[in-house]
Nanobody
Framework: QVQLVESGGGLVQAGGSLRLSCAAS????????MGWFRQAPGKEREFVAA????????YYADSVKGRFTISRNNAKNTVYLQMNSLKPEDTAVYYC??????????????WGQGTQVTVSS
């Protein structure tokens, strides 16, 4: 199992930016695709973005495409989510997740504890 710790959440005004980080430890980070999910109050957890093991392929939910960017630094065992042009509807707890495979296949096998992002209008 890989252990994941998110950081970088907080309170920001609409139109602002935040960068989330997820530090991984345990089994080899560079052999795992990684993803970000979020869960707003009263809603189910939803996919936000994902990246394959090398960073060569990225995937986004339609709701964040063009505003959010996922990236990774395998030397630092860290995955990032740069969030720009934030909207109040982006308010949620954001979770980092690790997949079992090099590519984004199936559901993640490991989850972080989450970090709160609140966007005020």
């Amino acid at each position: 199992q890989v252990q994941l710790v998110e950081s970088g959440g907080g309170l920001v005004q609409a139109g602002g930016s935040l960068r989330l980080s997820c530090a991984a430890s345990g089994r080899t980070f560079s052999s795992s695709a990684m993803g970000w999910f979020r869960q707003a109050p009263g809603k189910e957890r939803e996919f936000v973005a994902a990246i394959n093991w090398s960073g060569g392929n990225t995937y986004y939910a339609d709701s964040v495409k063009g505003r959010f960017t996922i990236s990774r630094n395998n030397a630092k065992n860290t995955v990032y989510l740069q969030m720009n042009s934030l909207k109040p509807e982006d308010t949620a707890v954001y979770y980092c997740a690790a997949y079992r495979d090099l590519t984004v296949v199936g559901v993640p096998s490991s989850w972080g504890q989450g970090t709160q992002v609140t966007v005020s209008s």
